[in-house]
């Protein structure tokens, strides 16, 4: 194969925990009689509630073919390529196992926001005798949490403070220290009817919060997660790995994007030193498909004019990306993903 399929989950191949019907017969046909992939695959998801192997067990069993971790990508994922990071005391927020996830990809002292709320009881903070001395360097912000007005608290406090949240505020520290964004997803799919609050809503609280306290941008050092360049890159990197373990010699030169836009700009304040982390891309085109059976909606309209600001109903992207109406259209629009399958098979005059 010369190509390769980029798969979003949420919407295109389940909604919540249950499978939607055309995605078991769409993978029947991307497998062997041995239950090897004939082409290579990735799963591309914005979720960062859980390590990578139980994503793919729960993907084998919705789907009925054997997946291995390496074919997924969370949305933290390229993290492992932060290096410079993971010696230093880093702030997790979000759900799941976040001490696995984080020493998973790499960091060494990670901390979650409940043991710093332990660290920080309210009487505390007013014996200075008694202050901990804990030090946050960095702060990751895997998903939204549970109780989001606690992490926005102690991620504010922890901003307005260079790291030492048992300060008073010192609105001249800014820049503040780094954030590192996973999933800036503005809402996502599941059982219910109407799209559900994602961890871009959570950002959106974050950036306003200190905005309005400070008078300043909250900056992000990293943004990943759909559409990001850097998880396109890592995923086609990962594509890469696997043709090169199945010893499959024609280079991938065209990336299917099922469910999901191709990547978008971004503006160049964000550090983009992980570039160098990575191969060159090889793949000459990313091409999006996108089903009907999650959030996109094919008759939403797009803006004549992009100069002016984008309403919130119509770009839903990032406040640090920027709208491209080139990039907002899809290449393809298919009902669900078995047809994607059955149209990119045919594009590419590929029969397995």
């Known amino acids: 194969p010369s190509f390769g399929f980029l798969f979003d989950i949420d919407g295109v191949l389940v909604r ?4 939607i019907p055309a995605a078991r017969s769409a993978f029947q046909k991307l ?3 041995q239950g090897q992939f004939v082409v290579p695959v990735v799963f591309v998801t914005n979720a960062g509630n859980c390590l990578r192997q139980k994503k793919a067990d729960q993907l084998s069993h919705l789907l009925g073919v054997p997946i291995s971790e390496d074919q997924v990508m969370m949305s933290h994922s390229p993290l492992r390529m932060f290096k410079r990071y993971h010696e230093k005391c880093v702030l997790v927020s979000g759900q799941g196992p976040l001490l696995d996830i984080a020493q998973d990809l790499g960091f060494c002292q990670p901390i979650t926001i409940e043991t710093l709320r332990e660290k920080h009881p309210l009487l505390d903070v007013v014996d200075h005798d008694r202050r901990p001395n ?3 360097s960095t702060v990751v912000l895997f998903g939204e949490p549970v109780r989001w007005e606690t ?4 991620i504010i406090d922890v901003l307005l403070t260079s790291g030492y949240p048992g300060n008073p505020y010192q609105h001249e520290s800014y820049p503040h220290i780094p954030v590192l964004a996973c ?4 809402m996502w799919v599941a059982e219910a009817q109407s799209p559900r609050f994602g961890h871009g809503t959570f950002m959106v609280c974050l950036e306003n919060i200190y905005k309005k306290i400070t008078g300043k941008e909250l900056k992000y050092e990293a943004l990943m997660g759909k559409p990001s360049k850097l998880t396109y890159q890592y995923a086609e990197y990962l594509v890469r790995a696997q043709a090169a373990e199945r010893r499959w010699e024609q280079p991938i030169l065209t990336l ?6 191709a990547t978008v700009s971004q503006d160049d304040e964000i550090d983009n030193s992980w570039e160098n982390e990575l191969a060159s891309a090889a793949a000459a085109h990313c091409r999006s498909v996108l089903v009907c059976t999650g959030v996109y909606n094919p008759h939403t309209e797009v803006p004549l004019d992009t100069r002016e600001s984008i309403t919130e109903t119509v770009f839903h992207g990032h406040r640090d990306f920027r709208f491209d109406p080139g990039l907002v259209e899809p290449d393809h629009i298919v009902p669900d993903v078995d047809a994607a399958v059955d149209l990119v098979f045919q594009l590419e005059n590929f029969a397995p």
């Open 16 to 19: 919540g925990k249950t499978p």
């Open 31 to 33: 497998v062997n009689a």
């Open 183 to 186: 999933n800036m997803d503005l």
């Open 256 to 261: 299917y994007a099922v469910g999901a836009s």
């Open 134 to 136: 804990v030090l946050v």
């Open 151 to 154: 992490n926005l608290q102690l």
